[in-house]
Structure formats: structure tokens, C-alpha cells
């Protein structure tokens, strides 16, 4: 029987028995999720870790350092793997077991050890399960801050998807608006729309707001700047899709648009548009 | 005719998606208590201008919706409230087209044209507090 010694002797002189334990642990069938990582990676990957940890508890206890030093590789090393786990797909629970599963290798060793010193025996288990848990805990806020960062960027592609500009025939271009407009998406509507008349030298822009829940001052402030602005670049803006129960809300908000085209509908406002620019949409052969 | 009121709930104004969430929850009751689309719209565009006023002047407070009955009619009652910097002169922030943030300055008229009842208390540095009905 070993007399009691420091942890970080007790955990480097068994570094491959625990590695060898751990390893089993997670790449056992149904736990390695072999969709998503290789068993080769995963090996390699809790290779790296424990030699990270192993260091870090050397420097934490032997070489006095600050405990925020000793312990930055790891944590960083920690977090990399958790970010990627998320953007790979791993769930949560997969993603915190990484660290939940060496506690059984690591506490089997602990137990084998000189069973007359129980004080040691007992700090040793509090120390490293609190450590392994701090570490869990990291994973999963790595994870979590990985997920946010995926799901701000999805809506940020989800604002330009929502808001297309299309372009109806020459000189005629469209954006449907759908949703709540808040200043965020009316800005990123404008912009791309005052973009898109320039680049198809449009002479009409037709804004269709049926898709539009709530039609505020502040919205209806948005459009008049929208439709302003069109007009220093050459284009009429035609506004489509306002319905009668907004018509009668706007009539009691006190907002007139008086001085721009509006349409009932945007089968009408592309009708007004083609004879502005000189086209007439007439009916023909159903080919049908 | 005293007031019965039937059930409340408080929100905070605190950002811009508080605001979005304030409309929706009005629409939600609006529609339950059997106003017809247009009233809905209505209310809620009122509510929109009002929260927007408490985020955005208020530097940010609560809404309370209440659904209250006077013996004959039921509706809903919303109070807008904030700590905020409050109104100096409240017939002028009343009338149309008067801003003091280059908006439109078309809320506060606005809203009360689109409610049956309208009150507002300011007190400059104390804050604001806006109540509107709507009966169906
Ligand atoms: N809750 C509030 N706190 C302080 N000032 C307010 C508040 N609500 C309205 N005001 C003042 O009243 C003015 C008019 O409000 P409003 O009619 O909604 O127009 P807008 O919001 O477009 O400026 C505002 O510009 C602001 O000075
Ligand atoms: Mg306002």
C-alpha cells in the first residue's frame, strides 16, 4: 500500500491507467458518438487534456503559483473542445461528460491508496471532485456561449433573408416586408433597397407592408424616410398592402400618406409601376 | 358605475423586445375579451406608441394590463408608468407633431384618439404615468 503523497504525484505516476479508463469510458458504444468525432480525435483529445491537467495540479501544489495561472491551459483547452462540440452538434449532457466521466477512473485510483490515511483520502476526493466540477461547469458555459454566438448569427442572416429585394421587371424593383419592424430590420430594409435601385437603376420601388402586423408612428416614420430617400436616388416608391384595419388606425394615429401612391394591394401597385415605366399588362392566349 | 377588475398582469418596458412583447400580450387579451380586428389593431397601436414613450422618453418602466368590467361593458385598462425625466408641459406634448426626439410626435395625440378614455399624470423629475380603456 502507497503511503499518501501529493495528487499530482498520485495522478502522474497513473496518468495512463487513468487515460486507458477514461478512454473506455467514453468510447464506449453508445456513448461515443461516432456520428460526429472519430475515435481516433476523441483519443487524442483526452490525451492532450489530462496531460493539461495533470500540469496544472503540478503547478497549482508544487510550484505555488496563482491558481488562475496554473490553470489557464486547461481552461482554454477545455473551452475549445466544448465550442466545437457545440458547433458540431453534441448535446449538452455529451458535451459536460467529457469532464463527468474521468471522476470514476480518477476516484477508483484514489481509493487504492493507503485506506489508514482517511483525512488525506477524504480532502483529496473533495478537491477533485470540486475541481471536476468547476471544469464541468466550464464546459457547459462554453457550450452555451458557442449555441448564443450560432443563434445570433442565424438571425442575423435571417434579417437580410427576411427582407428581399426584388426586382419586378426594369426599372422595378420590390420588398415585401413581413413581420415586426423594428429599427434594426427597417434600417437593413432601406439600405437594401436603396441598394438595389441603384444597381438596376430602378425608377420604381414598391413596398408592400401586407405582411406588417402594427403600423406605428415610428414604422410610418421609417417609411417616409425610406420613401425620401428613394427619391433622391430617382425612384418613386409606391406602398402596397395596407390594410383596412390599419388604414383606420392610421386615420386616428394622425398619419397621412398623403403625398406617396399607396395600393390596396401589390397586384395593383405592379400594375401602377408597369405603366409608369411604360409597359401595359393585357391578356392574351391561355396556354394552358 | 364602479370598476370590476377581472384580472392583471404587470410587464417591464425595458427594451425594444419588451415593447414587441407588450403588443403581443394586448392583442392576445384584446382578443380573448372579443374585440373585433380593427378595435384590436386599434389598442394595439396605442399600446405601441405608449410603450415605446415609457422606453424610450421614460428611460424605461412598466406596463400593468388589466381586464375590467363596469356593470355593463367589459375592456381593457393599461397603465404605462415610468421614473423617468417626466413632462414639462403635457397639453403641448399632447398636441400633434410635437417632439422633443424628432419623431413624429404623433404618439401621445394618437393614442388617445384611439381609446375611449385617456389620462396621463407627469411630474418633471418624478415620472409618468399614462392609463388608457378601451371598452369592446
Ligand atoms: N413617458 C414619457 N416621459 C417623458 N417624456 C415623454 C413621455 N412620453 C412622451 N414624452 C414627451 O412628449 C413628446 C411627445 O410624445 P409623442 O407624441 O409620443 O411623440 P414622439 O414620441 O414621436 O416624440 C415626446 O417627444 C417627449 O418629449
Ligand atoms: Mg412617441
Partial sequence: MEKAKTLYALLSGHQNEILRQWQKEQLAPGVLRSDLISPDELKQQMEDFLRYLVEAVKKDETEDMSSLEAWKEVRSFLTEISKTQAKKGFLPSETSMFIFSLKKPIFQLLQSYDT?????????LWKVNTLLDQLGLLTMESYLKSKEEIIRRQQEEMLELSTPVVKIWEQVVAVPLIGTLDSARTQMVMENLLQEIVRVSATIAIIDITGV?????LVAQHLFKTVSAARLMGAECVISGIRPQIAQTMVHLGVSFQDITTKATLAEAIKYAFSR???RISKGESTK | MELKV??????????EEDIVKARQIVRNWANEV???LVDQ????????????NTFVHGGGGEMMLEQVEDGTRSGLRITFQDHGPGIPDVTRALQDGYSTAGGLGLGLGGAKRLVHEFSIQS???KGTVVIIVKWV
Fill in chain 1, 116 to 124: 489508514e490515511d482517511l483525512e488525506k483520502f477524504a480532502s483529496d
Fill in chain 1, 213 to 217: 402586423p402594427t403600423v406605428d408612428t
Fill in chain 1, 277 to 279: 415605366v411604360g409597359y
Fill in chain 2, 6 to 15: 377581472l384580472k392583471r398582469s404587470t410587464f417591464p418596458i425595458r427594451s
Fill in chain 2, 34 to 36: 372579443g374585440f373585433k
Fill in chain 2, 41 to 52: 389593431t386599434k389598442l394595439v397601436t396605442a399600446t405601441s406608441e405608449l410603450a415605446r
Fill in chain 2, 123 to 125: 411630474e418633471v423629475g
